[in-house]
């Protein structure tokens, strides 16, 4: 149980186009999606939670309007890095928890390279 | 603003040896769990500890976690190659969003 999967596993695009990543939970309703983001050799930084049905609470630092954040239903996360440039190239991972719930379940990450 | 310190940064031991890994902080955790990674994949949960004083086992794992609640270590004992990953604690303090430490990155040496 506790299954996240993420969608697409890799995306490689050209600077100036947009990116959607998903993010599912499958046997498990997520009433909290959690999205972050790591560089090569670190540790996972926290760029965002989403509430099902509620605006996304963004990290300092993370500009809203470029990484566009929707939480439509309880098994369903997108994040949409819009007008994507090379320094956006990253390792992106979602992760979900239930209520009341401390433990947060990851799924298995994006590559995203921005030519 | 809650730090995590991982130590040590980097391991590189021969298998069979045991060894174990800290995690520490400056506040108190309202939970705690550690994950390992692998290159190119999301983390992946090992632990949850809650109680200040518990241990648990996965095998050849042993978590504890501090009678304060601000600091927990891992224990393998007679490492193999398939341990070889990135392993990361990361704590709740007291609200929905976890704090990553900064990473343990072990190797074992067939």
């Known amino acids: 149980g506790a299954v996240v999967s993420q969608h697409p596993s890799r995306v490689i695009c050209k600077s100036g186009t947009s990116v959607k990543i998903e993010c599912r939970s499958l046997?498990?309703?997520?009433?909290?999606m959690f999205w972050y983001r790591q560089f090569p050799k670190q540790s996972l930084m926290l760029m965002a939670t989403?509430?099902?049905?509620?605006?996304?609470?963004?990290e300092q630092g993370v500009e809203k309007d470029k990484f566009l954040i929707n939480h439509a239903s309880l098994t369903l996360s997108t994040l949409t890095v819009t007008s994507a440039h090379p320094e956006d190239s990253s390792f992106y991972i979602c992760?979900?928890?239930?209520?009341?719930?401390?433990?947060?379940?990851f799924g298995p990450g994006t590559r995203l390279t921005v030519l | 603003t809650q730090l995590l310190e991982q130590s040590p940064q980097f391991l590189s031991i021969q298998e069979g040896e045991n060894l174990t890994v800290y995690c520490n902080s400056s506040?108190?955790?309202?939970?705690l769990q550690w994950y390992r990674q692998e290159p190119g994949e999301g983390p992946v949960l090992l632990v949850t500890?809650?109680?200040?004083?518990e241990v648990k086992k996965l095998k050849r794992l042993t978590f504890q976690f501090g009678d304060a609640r601000k600091d927990s270590s891992l224990h393998i004992t007679a490492a193999q190659p398939g341990d070889t990953g990135l392993y990361l604690c990361a704590g709740n303090f007291g609200n929905e969003k976890l704090t990553f430490g900064t990473g343990t990155r072990l190797t074992i040496i067939p």
């Open positions: 506040s108190v955790f309202s939970s």
């Open positions: 046997d498990f309703q997520a009433t909290t």
């Open positions: 500890v809650v109680t200040g004083g």
């Open positions: 992760s979900a928890r239930t209520s009341g719930k401390y433990t947060q379940y």
């Open positions: 989403s509430n099902e049905g509620s605006k996304a609470t963004y």
